[in-house]
C-alpha cells in the first residue's frame, strides 16, 4: 500500500536528482568546465502529473515555474538529503574563505550548508545580473510564497542583503511534505488557539428558527465559497472571508454553534485565547494578531474569538497617547479580518460593546437569544445521561416554565445534580438536588431564583 509518506518519498528522490543535476550544471558553468548545457533551465523538472502524493498535488496547485520549485526543493534539502549541500562548502583558494556568492549559513546545531536566498540566486542566476532581480522578487510580500505562508527567507540585520537570510520553509509545508500530512499547531504562545470539537448534532442544538437560517448562511459560504469567488468571477466584488458576529447572554450556544459549522463543513475550528494576545506593550497585540492570521490563511479553517470585545471593543476618544494605540489596534484588526481569507467568528455578550466599523462591515450579525420555555423543556429532557432516572416527583415541564436559564447553564445543573447522584451510589436524580443546582446557577449570576 502507498501512503503519502512513500507517495512523497518516492516523488521526492526524483526531484533531487533533478536538483543534483542543476546544482552540478552551474558548478561547471561557473568554474568553467564545459558543462553539456549552457543554461540551467534546459534541465527540465520531473514530470509528476501521475502522482497523487501531497508534494505532486502540491506543485500542480500551484503550477510552480522552474525557479519556484527549486527554491521550494533547495529549502527541504538540510531536513531531508543535507549532504548534496556540502559541495557548497569549497574554499576559495583566492581569499581562503569561502565563495561569498555562493550563500549559505551555519546553524546552531544543524552541521550542514543552510542555504540562503544568495544559494538560491546563484544556482539560478550565476551572474546574470537581470535573471537575479527576478529572483529577488520570490521572497517579496505580494509573492505567493508570502501570502500563503509558504517559504521566506529569514530576517536580516539593518544594511545587509535580503538574501542573505536563510531559506525557511513553513512549518506546515514541511511536515506536510516529510509525513505526508498537515501538521496541526501546537496552543504556545506563538499560536494561543485551541481547536474545539463536539460530538453533538445540529439536532441538538436548540435555538429559533431565524438564528438557524442566519447559521445555514454561513454553512453555505464556506460549502460554495469557491464557485462563487472563482467559477462566477465574484473575487473583485466580494471580500475573501465571511466575518459575522454572534452575540447573546452566556450559554446560548454561540461556541457549540462554531464548533458545529466546522463539523458540518469539514472545517477545523480554533478559539483564540485572547488572555495571551492582548498587550501592555504597544504593537505587540498586533504582532500576535498577524501570527494566527498568517497561519490560519489559506487553511479553510474558523478562528473563533470569544468575548471578543476585549479586543474589537469600541473606539476611544483620544486623550492619552495609550488611547490611540488602542484605537490604532482596532483599526489594524479590522483590516486583517477584512484581508483574510477565511471565516472569523466574534463571540460577545452584548453587540452594543462592539466597534461601530466592525459592525458595519460584517457579513452577519446573529443574536443568540435566551431559550423559550418549549426550547428549554427540549434541553432538559435531553440533558441527562440514559443510564439515569428521575425522581417520581420531577416535572420537567414545570421546571422549564418556571427558570429562566440557558442551555449551558442548564448542562451545569445536570452536571451537579448527577455528580450527586453518583457520590450517593445510585443512578437516581433528586429534585432537592436540581433545585440546589439552579440555586447555585442563579446566584453565580447574581440574580434570585
Same mark, same amino acid.
Given at each position: 500500500?502507498? =501512503?503519502?509518506?512513500?507517495?512523497?518519498?518516492?516523488?521526492?528522490?526524483?526531484?533531487?536528482?533533478?536538483?543534483?543535476?542543476?546544482?552540478?550544471?552551474?558548478?561547471?558553468?561557473?568554474?568553467?568546465?564545459?558543462?553539456?548545457?549552457?543554461?540551467? &533551465?534546459?534541465?527540465?523538472?520531473?514530470?509528476?502529473?501521475?502522482?497523487?502524493?501531497?508534494?505532486?498535488?502540491?506543485?500542480?496547485?500551484?503550477?510552480?515555474?522552474?525557479?519556484?520549485?527549486?527554491?521550494?526543493?533547495?529549502?527541504?534539502?538540510?531536513?531531508?538529503?543535507?549532504?548534496?549541500?556540502?559541495?557548497?562548502?569549497? %574554499?576559495?583558494?583566492?581569499?581562503?574563505?569561502?565563495? =561569498?556568492?555562493?550563500?549559505?549559513?551555519?546553524?546552531?546545531?544543524?552541521?550542514?550548508?543552510?542555504?540562503?536566498?544568495?544559494?538560491?540566486?546563484?544556482?539560478?542566476?550565476?551572474?546574470?545580473?537581470?535573471?537575479?532581480?527576478?529572483?529577488?522578487?520570490?521572497?517579496?510580500?505580494?509573492?505567493?510564497?508570502?501570502?500563503?505562508?509558504?517559504?521566506?527567507?529569514?530576517?536580516?540585520?539593518?544594511?545587509?542583503?535580503?538574501?542573505?537570510?536563510?531559506?525557511?520553509?513553513?512549518?506546515?509545508?514541511?511536515?506536510?511534505?516529510?509525513?505526508?500530512?498537515?501538521?496541526?499547531?501546537?496552543?504556545?504562545?506563538?499560536?494561543?488557539?485551541?481547536?474545539?470539537?463536539?460530538?453533538?448534532?445540529?439536532?441538538?442544538?436548540?435555538?429559533?428558527?431565524? =438564528?438557524?437560517?442566519?447559521?445555514?448562511?454561513?454553512?453555505?459560504?464556506?460549502?460554495?465559497?469557491? %464557485?462563487?469567488?472563482?467559477?462566477?468571477?465574484?473575487?473583485?466584488?466580494?471580500?475573501?472571508?465571511?466575518?459575522?458576529?454572534?452575540?447573546?447572554?452566556? /450559554?446560548?450556544?454561540?461556541?457549540?454553534?462554531?464548533?458545529?459549522?466546522?463539523?458540518?463543513?469539514?472545517?477545523?475550528?480554533?478559539?483564540?485565547?485572547? !488572555?495571551?494576545?492582548?498587550?501592555?506593550?504597544? /504593537?505587540?497585540?498586533?504582532? !500576535?494578531?498577524?501570527?494566527?492570521?498568517?497561519?490560519?490563511?489559506?487553511?479553510?479553517?474558523?478562528?473563533?474569538?470569544?468575548?471578543?470585545?476585549?479586543?474589537?471593543?469600541?473606539?476611544?476618544?483620544?486623550?492619552?497617547?495609550?488611547?490611540?494605540?488602542?484605537?490604532?489596534?482596532?483599526?489594524?484588526?479590522?483590516?486583517?479580518?477584512?484581508?483574510?481569507?477565511?471565516?472569523?467568528?466574534?463571540?460577545?455578550?452584548?453587540?452594543?460593546?462592539?466597534?461601530?466599523?466592525?459592525?458595519?462591515?460584517?457579513?452577519?450579525?446573529?443574536?443568540?437569544?435566551?431559550?423559550?420555555?418549549?426550547?428549554?423543556?427540549?434541553?432538559?429532557? !435531553?440533558?441527562?445521561?440514559? &443510564?439515569?432516572?428521575?425522581?417520581?416527583?420531577?416535572?420537567?415541564?414545570?421546571?422549564?416554565?418556571?427558570?429562566?436559564?440557558?442551555?449551558?447553564?442548564?448542562?451545569?445543573?445536570?452536571?451537579?445534580?448527577?455528580?450527586?447522584?453518583?457520590?450517593? /451510589?445510585?443512578?437516581?436524580?433528586?429534585?432537592?438536588?436540581?433545585?440546589?443546582?439552579?440555586?447555585?446557577?442563579?446566584?453565580?449570576?447574581?440574580?434570585?431564583?
Amino acid at each position: 500500500m502507498v =501512503t503519502p509518506l512513500t507517495a512523497n518519498a518516492r516523488d521526492l528522490e526524483r526531484e533531487l536528482t533533478w536538483f543534483a543535476a542543476v546544482l552540478d550544471t552551474r558548478l561547471k558553468l561557473y568554474f568553467g568546465k564545459e558543462p553539456a548545457i549552457q543554461d540551467v &533551465r534546459e534541465l527540465p523538472p520531473p514530470v509528476l502529473n501521475g502522482s497523487e502524493s501531497p508534494y505532486a498535488r502540491f506543485v500542480r496547485h500551484y503550477e510552480l515555474p522552474f525557479a519556484e520549485r527549486l527554491v521550494v526543493l533547495l529549502a527541504l534539502i538540510p531536513l531531508i538529503r543535507p549532504q548534496i549541500l556540502d559541495v557548497l562548502w569549497s %574554499r576559495n583558494e583566492d581569499t581562503q574563505r569561502g565563495f =561569498t556568492e555562493f550563500g549559505g549559513v551555519h546553524g546552531a546545531t544543524h552541521g550542514g550548508f543552510i542555504p540562503t536566498g544568495e544559494t538560491a540566486a546563484f544556482i539560478l542566476a550565476g551572474d546574470d545580473l537581470a535573471e537575479r532581480f527576478a529572483i529577488m522578487r520570490l521572497f517579496e510580500g505580494d509573492h505567493f510564497f508570502a501570502r500563503h505562508n509558504i517559504l521566506q527567507v529569514a530576517p536580516v540585520a539593518a544594511g545587509e542583503s535580503m538574501l542573505s537570510g536563510a531559506l525557511t520553509l513553513s512549518r506546515e509545508f514541511r511536515h506536510l511534505f516529510t509525513a505526508g500530512s498537515e501538521s496541526k499547531p501546537g496552543f504556545n504562545t506563538e499560536f494561543p488557539a485551541r481547536r474545539i470539537e463536539t460530538r453533538l448534532d445540529w439536532d441538538d442544538l436548540v435555538l429559533p428558527a431565524a =438564528t438557524l437560517e442566519q447559521l445555514s448562511e454561513i454553512k453555505h459560504w464556506i460549502l460554495h465559497r469557491r %464557485r462563487l469567488l472563482v467559477d462566477w468571477e465574484m473575487n473583485q466584488k466580494l471580500s475573501p472571508g465571511f466575518t459575522s458576529l454572534f452575540h447573546g447572554p452566556p /450559554g446560548t450556544g454561540k461556541t457549540l454553534s462554531a464548533s458545529l459549522l466546522g463539523r458540518h463543513c469539514g472545517c477545523e475550528v480554533y478559539k483564540v485565547d485572547l !488572555s495571551m494576545i492582548a498587550s501592555k506593550y504597544i /504593537g505587540e497585540t498586533e504582532k !500576535s494578531l498577524a501570527r494566527i492570521f498568517d497561519l490560519a490563511e489559506h487553511k479553510n479553517w474558523i478562528l473563533f474569538f470569544d468575548e471578543a470585545d476585549a479586543l474589537f471593543g469600541k473606539r476611544t476618544q483620544v486623550e492619552h497617547s495609550h488611547d490611540r494605540y488602542a484605537n490604532q489596534e482596532v483599526s489594524f484588526l479590522l483590516q486583517r479580518i477584512e484581508d483574510f481569507h477565511g471565516v472569523v467568528i466574534l463571540a460577545s455578550n452584548l453587540k452594543g460593546n462592539m466597534d461601530d466599523a466592525f459592525i458595519r462591515r460584517l457579513q452577519s450579525i446573529i443574536y443568540f437569544p435566551l431559550p423559550k420555555p418549549a426550547e428549554r423543556l427540549r434541553i432538559w429532557r !435531553s440533558a441527562f445521561s440514559p &443510564r439515569t432516572v428521575l425522581e417520581p416527583g420531577i416535572k420537567l415541564e414545570a421546571v422549564a416554565e418556571k427558570h429562566d436559564l440557558a442551555g449551558g447553564t442548564i448542562m451545569n445543573v445536570v452536571r451537579f445534580a448527577s455528580l450527586k447522584a453518583l457520590s450517593r /451510589g445510585d443512578n437516581v436524580i433528586l429534585q432537592a438536588d436540581l433545585e440546589s443546582g439552579i440555586r447555585r446557577e442563579f446566584l453565580k449570576e447574581g440574580r434570585a431564583g
